[in-house]
Nanobody, 120 residues
Framework: QLQASGGGSVQPGDSLRLSCAASGFTLDDYAVAWFRQAPGKEREGVAC????????FIADAVKGRFTLSADNAKNILHLQMNSLKPEDTAVYYC???????????????WGQGTLVTVSS
């Protein structure tokens, strides 16, 4: 099971940290990815890390602003989002699979979303 949290309403330039809490499995054994879906747009990959096979990705749109970090003791994957922009507004989801795929259709396990709104 995956539980996403940490969303909220912030102003441009602010930071947020999203958390994806995993239960029933260990983060080290799977690829865990963050996706986002803005109103009227397709779901897109944001970032992923897989200690299992070393695969990873980060979207060009967030490179240099967003980073992933894992709290292995708590089995939580964090998405630190800095310098937020209005175009980062979306529902953010975490998902699990064996490899870091950029295509959301390849993922079979999803957490519920958490809404991030960036607006002045």
């Amino acid at each position: 099971q995956l539980q996403a949290s940490g969303g909220g309403s912030v102003q441009p330039g602010d930071s947020l940290r999203l958390s994806c809490a995993a239960s029933g499995f260990t983060l080290d054994d799977y690829a865990v990815a963050w996706f986002r879906q803005a109103p009227g747009k397709e779901r897109e990959g944001v970032a992923c890390v897989s200690p299992r096979d070393g695969s990873r990705f980060i979207a060009d749109a967030v490179k240099g602003r967003f980073t992933l970090s894992a709290d292995n003791a708590k089995n939580i994957l964090h998405l630190q989002m800095n310098s937020l922009k209005p175009e980062d507004t979306a529902v953010y989801y975490c998902a699990r699979d064996l490899v870091c795929f950029r295509d959301p259709r390849r993922y079979h396990y999803w957490g519920q979303g958490t809404l991030v709104t960036v607006s002045s």
